[in-house]
């Protein structure tokens, strides 16, 4: 009598570029450029790839992603506001009209434009309403997180941008404490990720994917983190 080999199926993984406060037109332009190379070297069967341009390049960005329809589009941040007098704001129903997802919550807006739990949670609703699946940011298991939320990234403040990833194991931990309070499906992780620790979160039984800021802005190193997850 032999084993039968009971084969696991591929869990999917998210694999998000957050660009923050860089590039312009011609900086996008170059990024894409090679990105369209690179992207015949690697497969993201399985992979949610997500792009999060600044609000000035989300229509650039859709219209060079025409012929590459696998990879996705989100916003780093929404307004709190539906629509209306709010100079400088830019809606989830405008948003919508280039992407499927958005960046709710990431901590450098909690701390630098005060945004609250109850903002976030009027970000949360609006998201839904206009058909954007939101990213919400979360620093610790401890967060709130508003109803909704399907996927969450698990971004400790001292990882970001340090060079000093949170451990595998750690950041497991508070992933699987994460889906076990809030019956989240999906938790990501996000903090000083770069391609050569990449696969040591992404292959953790409670981690569906990273969340990447400084090394998404160089292609080289974004495509070596996809092909490494
Ligand atoms: P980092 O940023 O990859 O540069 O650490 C992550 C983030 O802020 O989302």
């Given amino acids: 009598m ?8 591929m869990k999917k993984l998210f694999i ?5 406060s860089h590039k312009n037109a011609e900086e996008t332009k170059e990024w894409m450029e090679k990105f369209t190379v690179h992207s015949s070297q690697f497969s993201v069967d399985h992979k949610e790839v997500i792009i999060c341009p600044p609000f000035t390049m989300l229509s650039l960005l859709k219209s060079y992603l025409l012929n590459l329809k696998s990879i996705k589009i989100g916003s780093q941040n929404i307004s709190p506001f539906e629509e209306g007098a709010y100079t400088g ?3 989830a129903k405008q948003v919508a009209d280039f992407a499927e997802y958005a960046i709710i919550g990431h901590s450098e807006r909690r701390t630098n434009f005060f945004e609250d739990e109850e903002m976030l949670s009027k970000k949360i609703v609006l998201a ?3 058909k954007l699946t939101p990213i919400f940011c979360v ?3 401890q967060t709130a997180i508003p109803q909704g939320v399907s996927v969450v990234a698990y971004e400790p403040v001292f990882a970001i941008g340090s060079g000093h990833a949170d451990t595998p194991e750690s950041a497991d931990k508070v992933a699987a404490e994460i889906k076990e309070k809030n019956k989240i499906p999906f938790v990501l992780y996000g903090g000083s990720v770069e391609g050569k620790n990449v696969n040591s979160f992404t292959q953790m039984a409670h981690i569906d994917g990273v969340l990447v800021g400084g090394a998404s802005l160089d292609v080289e190193k974004f495509a070596e983190i996809i092909k490494n997850a």
């Avoid at 998000?16 to 923050?20: D, H, L, P, R």
């Fill in 89 to 91: 704001e830019i809606t």
């Fill in 16 to 20: 998000i570029a957050n660009w923050k």
């Fill in 139 to 141: 620093q610790s298991a």
């Fill in 128 to 130: 839904l309403a206009n």
């Fill in 2 to 9: 032999g084993f039968a080999i009971i084969k696991q199926p």
